[in-house]
Structure formats: structure tokens, C-alpha cells
């Protein structure tokens, strides 16, 4: 059978893809409208999103607040199986405390690694420093930090509300001549905010082929992430997880 952190990350992309149908569903109802203005004095021409509806229907929190705990676990059963393997005992005489350790410094690393996987004396020095790699310390990726905050987070409630997006599925500018031109700005749509701003020369025409589909995201209010676009940001992790943390630490199992 394949390994206990490999079957939950695995499992973290059912609720990935269960996530990614409900988020579609919503997208397909077209929530979306594109509407245009011109300031008459600036000759500034704006370029809107207006949404119907929200995606607020409950499989959304549900799914994503699952894909994030099974990529959670992952990481645990992880350093189960690395404490096995140091102690040579199974199950490890640290079975209680053990977990995949994920801290923003050095000095909190140092006592973590050894309290949650294995003491100093039985922890090689190759995988102390594979083990630091991939930990989110400042100038680092922070991929892990976000998904143990988020996990975090749905210990109490539900990761936050998301919020309607949208993305530019086709953005096509067939002609323009100007000396302004700001967007598009996707992301978390603010309300009376433009995603295309420009002020065309006098006299030319703007010829624009423009289409935008709905997206899911983290509120701007949210402690974690906010304003990420929910399904780039869960495939990230789990990318990271299974190319780099499993790539860099199976071997000392």
C-alpha cells in the first residue's frame, strides 16, 4: 500500500477537484457584467466588472477547508514516518509530540525539529538541513506558513469568506494609440473600481476583445492571504509539498 502521507495528499485533491466543480457551477451562471464609461473631460475611458451574485454557496468553505487539512496531514504523517525511521521504533517513543514542524525563525526550528521528529543525536545533519529548506523563514517561499495558518484558522470557523473575482479569459487589444493604459487588474473586485483604465489619442480608435469569467478568492479582510485567488494558491502548496518536501525528505525514510 502507498504511504500514509502520500494517500493524504492524494486525498487533498479530491477536495481540490470537488472545490474546483463548485467554483465552476458558480462561474457558469455568467455572474459577471462588463460595463464601460468615458470621462468626458479627461476622455478617460473605464472598464467595470459588475457582479449578480456572490459564490456563496456552503461546499465552497467545506471543500477547501478539507483540501487544506488532508495537505496538513500529509506533512504529519511525514514526520511520523521520519521519527519511525530515526528511532527505529514503531511507533516512535515521541509518538504523542510528533508533527511536521513549520516556524518563521531559526530558534524556533532548532527546538521543534528535534522535540517533533527525533533528539539531536539521532537526526542526520542532511536531513536537519533539507528539513530547514523548505521552512517559510523570511525571504523564503511561504507556502507552508500559509497553509498552516489557514489550518489553523478552520480549527475555530471556516477559512474566510470567499469573495467574487474574476480573471481575464480573453483580453485582446486589436488597435490603440495613447499615452494611458492601466490593467486589467484581476483579482478580488472592489465595487466602482475599473479593471481597464486608458485615454486613447484623439481621433483613433480602441478596437478591445474582452471577456472575464468569475474566480473564487480570500477576502481582502482575511489574516491569511488575503485577496489570493483560492485554487492557484491550494495548487501551489500541494505542488510544493509533493515536489519539494516529499522530494527532499522521502529519501531518509
Known sequence: MESSHRLKLNHSVDHFEA?????????????????????????????FIDLLH??????????????????????????????????????????????FPITTTQTHF??????????????????????????????????????????NLDKHRFPPIVAGV??????????????YFVGPRLGPLEPETPVVEYIPDPNTDVHMDLSFAGEIALGKGSAVAPGALVLPLLRDIHTFIRQEVFGALEPFL
Not at 474574476?166 to 499615452?179: A, P
Request: glycine share 4%; net charge neutral; with cysteine.
Open 19 to 47: 472545490l474546483q466543480k463548485v467554483a465552476e457551477r458558480w462561474s457558469d451562471t455568467d455572474p459577471c457584467i462588463i460595463r464601460e464609461d468615458c470621462e468626458i473631460e479627461t476622455r478617460k475611458h473605464r472598464v
Open 54 to 99: 456572490q459564490p456563496d454557496d456552503s461546499l465552497i468553505p467545506l471543500c477547501m477547508a478539507d483540501c487544506i487539512h488532508n495537505m496538513r496531514q500529509a506533512l504529519d504523517h511525514l514526520a511520523y514516518r521520519l521519527a519511525i525511521s530515526l528511532h527505529r521504533s514503531d511507533p516512535p517513543p515521541n509518538e504523542d509530540n510528533t508533527g
Open 110 to 151: 532548532h527546538s521543534a525539529v528535534y522535540a517533533k521528529i527525533a533528539p539531536k543525536k539521532l537526526m542526520p545533519k542532511a536531513l536537519y538541513s533539507a528539513l530547514q529548506a523548505v521552512q517559510p523563514h523570511p525571504g523564503r517561499h511561504q507556502h507552508l506558513w500559509t497553509l498552516h495558518e489557514l489550518d
Open 166 to 179: 474574476v480573471r481575464g479569459d480573453r483580453f485582446h487589444i486589436g488597435y490603440f494609440k495613447g499615452s
